[in-house]
């Protein structure tokens, strides 16, 4: 089970979260109405008008307003557990903040509405209400996680104090979220070979190194294996000596661990990515559906074979899908490549790259330099198989001949356009690439995707070389 797999559970329950709290919200500013012009109503009447209608329409925009203070508040942080008190404190803070914008709001706008009674008991009761309907999801999460759903199987590594409490811990709680499928208490000269042999006959799904002076030699053996098979890694919080940019930080049984995130899009990142890439890959399909039409009859005009090619291609969690293009090439062109590779003029990866190459048609030479050959792909990304931007997807065979560090290319979604692509496209070597594709996946935002996606057009219109 790769990390992808094993963090959808968390995905999941954190993606509920929105939902839930929305309607606790909304339950919570309905309840306060309902006390102030019902129920005690009678013992303060009434001085002034709020019509329901107008007061439900003001809640429903007050509702999202209050979300984004919530995620700004870090109560949507991607977690397989969540200590209660300090969700409890955020939950409280996070609805302190959102009473003083309708505060402010009522300052400016004087005729929103003028009680302060229906102010304060929202503040109040949201502060129950979001708590209870947490309550709710955590206590169906740890359910599901007493009947094995979104358990991370751990690999636990080392021994003394620590190693002995998370052992205990997760032994003793089968709501912890976490089951030790391995442990290895003494850590040896081969560790990683140790680590890396395990895990391919086992599902482990994190390795936690709960050595406080595992030196970096090791730390860096493990990391490597984890990045190699996409398994998540954590270690005990004796390292301030380790520069990483993307760490998370938690208490397990009162015992400090980090988990290193090989990229921001190990969280709500990915969420928003996967929304993103949805919505524009549909817009795309609908605006180019005329291309398609123009290009697949040309197709069929220049050379006799399918409109399409299918190709296989590796991409996230070294899983392997279909990649859709329109043909550029020969009907036999992936035997005739076995018969070319003496003219690879790509020797310094696993890439085959040709200048003249005489599988490719003559309208083929065309739709590749301008990528049009490549539109099918927003198919692709609808399916989930790929993404906007991200790594150049690669065939299995390239793949089996990626090195270490080179693997961590497959942590994320292959892309349709990249960094490395806008900054060379084939003019690249492979290393070059690896380095850009590695700079995206370390250091992802949407504002970088942005970046890429609006040089992208000017990259293509230039076409500076064969793709």
């Not at 984890?226 to 009162?254: M, P, Q, R």
């Not at 709500?268 to 180019?288: F, N, Q």
């Not at 496209?425 to 995707?449: A, G, K, M």
Request: glycine share 6%.
């Amino acid at each position: 089970m790769n990390e992808t797999k094993m963090k959808r559970a968390e995905l999941v329950f954190s993606a509920i979260l929105v939902p839930v709290d929305y309607l606790m919200l909304v339950a919570a500013a309905l309840a306060a109405y309902r006390l102030r012009f019902v129920e005690i109503a009678s013992l303060r009447p009434v001085v002034y008008e709020l019509p329901f209608r107008e007061y439900f329409s003001i809640i429903i925009i007050v509702g999202l307003l209050w979300l984004a203070v919530f995620a700004l508040s870090g109560l949507y942080t991607i977690q397989s557990t969540r200590r209660f008190l300090d969700e409890f404190i955020k939950i409280t803070l996070a609805c302190s903040t959102g009473v003083l914008l309708i505060i402010v709001l009522i300052f400016f706008q004087r005729e929103l509405f003028s009680s302060r009674f229906i102010i304060l008991a929202a503040w109040v009761l949201a502060v129950l209400f979001v708590t209870c309907g947490r309550l709710v999801v955590r206590s169906v999460q740890r359910s599901l996680f007493q009947r094995g759903f979104g358990v991370r199987q751990v690999m636990l590594i080392g021994s003394g104090n620590t190693a002995e409490i998370l052992q205990k811990h997760f032994s003793a709680s089968a709501k912890s979220g976490f089951r030790i499928a391995k442990y290895i208490p003494q850590i040896e000269v081969s560790i990683g070979e140790q680590v890396r042999s395990i895990i391919e006959q086992e599902k482990i799904d994190e390795i936690i190194l709960a050595d406080p002076g595992a030196s970096r030699q090791d730390r860096q053996s493990i990391l490597d294996v984890c990045n190699e098979f996409h398994t998540g890694f954590k270690y005990a919080a004796d390292v301030l000596d380790a520069k990483v940019s993307n760490i998370w930080i938690e208490t397990v049984a009162g015992q400090p661990v980090i988990e290193i995130k090989r990229t921001p899009l190990d969280g709500w990142g990915r969420i928003l990515k996967r929304v993103g890439d949805t919505i524009l890959a549909a817009l795309a399909l609908v605006i180019l559906s005329p291309v398609f039409l123009i290009v697949a009859l040309i197709i069929v005009i220049d050379s006799p074979g399918p409109i399409f090619f299918r190709s296989e291609r590796v991409g996230e969690g070294n899983r392997t899908f279909g990649l859709y293009k329109f043909r550029s090439m020969v009907p036999n062109a992936h035997a005739m490549k076995r018969e070319l590779l003496r003219y690879n003029e790509r020797q310094d990866g696993p890439l085959f790259k040709m200048k003249d190459d005489p599988r490719i048609t003559r309208f083929g030479r065309f739709i590749r330099r301008s990528s049009i050959d490549e539109i099918p792909q927003f198919y692709n990304v609808l399916k989930g198989e790929m993404s906007l931007v991200g790594p150049r997807p690669h065939e299995p065979e390239e793949v089996g001949r990626y090195q270490k560090k080179e693997k961590m290319l497959l942590v994320i979604k292959p892309g349709i356009t990249g960094l490395a692509q806008i900054s060379g496209r084939s003019d690249l070597n492979f290393h070059q690439e690896v380095r850009l594709d590695t700079y995206y996946i370390e250091n992802w935002s949407p504002i970088l995707d942005l970046k890429i996606l609006l040089r992208t057009p000017w990259v293509v219109v230039s076409m500076r070389s064969v793709s």
